[in-house]
Structure formats: C-alpha cells, structure tokens
C-alpha cells in the first residue's frame, strides 16, 4: 500500500492529507488538503482512491478537522446566541464522503480534469444549530495547461 500527503499551513493554522492506494493501483496523484484558516486549526483525510483506464477514479475516504476547525465554522458563542440559535461549542468531526474524478487530455498540451464529492458532516457538526443539512456536496471543473511537449 503506497501512502501520499500532503499539508498546507497558514499564519495559524495546518491541514493535512493522506491518501491510501493499492499497490496495484494508479493512484491520484494530488492529495487535496482541507483548508487552512486564520484560527488554530488542523485536519486529516484518509482517502481510499484508484484509477480507472487512467482517467475515472473513484474515492472514499474520511475527513477528521479538530475542535477547533469546527468551532471556527459551526459553533455558536455565548455573544451570538439569538432566538433558535442556542449556544453550541463542538468537538472534533470525522466526516466520510465519497468522490468520483476524470483527468483526461484534450490535445498534446491541455488536459481537462474534474471531481464531484459527497461529504456526509459527522455528529459535531451535524448537530450545530446553524446546519440544516446533513452534508455538502462539491463539484470541481478545470483545465490543466502543459507548455512543454510530452
């Protein structure tokens, strides 16, 4: 099993991805890292993802973010409490999702990629006051040039 991260780290703040892969597998080569943000933050995703006749590539995986990434996003302090909107302070969230990706060329030097993902928020997350939804789901479309001949 061959194992690819990568992390991203802001002023405050560091995320961190790990992507699990068969060995027998083309594995998507990018990890994608979760956000850094301006609060003291980290986050781990384990993914599961492999290639398909070099260009589909299916993933599941699970996302950790720590305390203090879900608070920054879904809590609820004392100083924003309103009516229906109790105060709520959460702990770390593990959320699973699952994701489908293409990656193919369109001509010698242009490629074409793209990925939808289904994220499925875990218990802290899910039962914040300012969720009404039980996930999210996230579409990525883009187009890669290459100036150099392969």
């Known amino acids: 099993m061959k194992v690819r991260w990568a992390s991203c780290r802001s002023k405050s703040g560091r995320a961190v991805s790990l992507i699990f892969a068969p060995p027998f ?9 979760a956000a850094c943000t301006e609060s003291s933050t980290s986050a781990v995703a384990a993914v599961v ?6 260009f589909f590539t299916p993933g599941l995986g699970l996302r950790w973010q720590d305390s203090n990434l879900v608070n920054y996003y879904y ?8 009516p229906g909107r109790p105060a709520y302070s959460p702990g770390s969230s593990t959320n699973p999702y699952v994701s489908f990706g293409i ?16 994220l499925r928020f875990g218990g802290a997350i ?15 479309i883009g187009f890669l040039y290459n100036p150099r001949d392969r």
């Open 75 to 82: 809590g609820v302090s004392p100083a924003e409490v309103a």
């Open 126 to 140: 899910h039962d914040s006051p300012i969720v009404d939804r039980s996930g999210s789901a996230t579409i990525f």
């Open 49 to 54: 993802s492999t290639a398909i006749f070099n």
């Open 25 to 33: 597998a083309n594995a998507f080569a990018a990890a994608s890292t």
């Open 103 to 118: 990656s193919t060329d369109i001509s010698e030097h242009w490629q074409f990629r793209g990925n939808i993902q289904y």
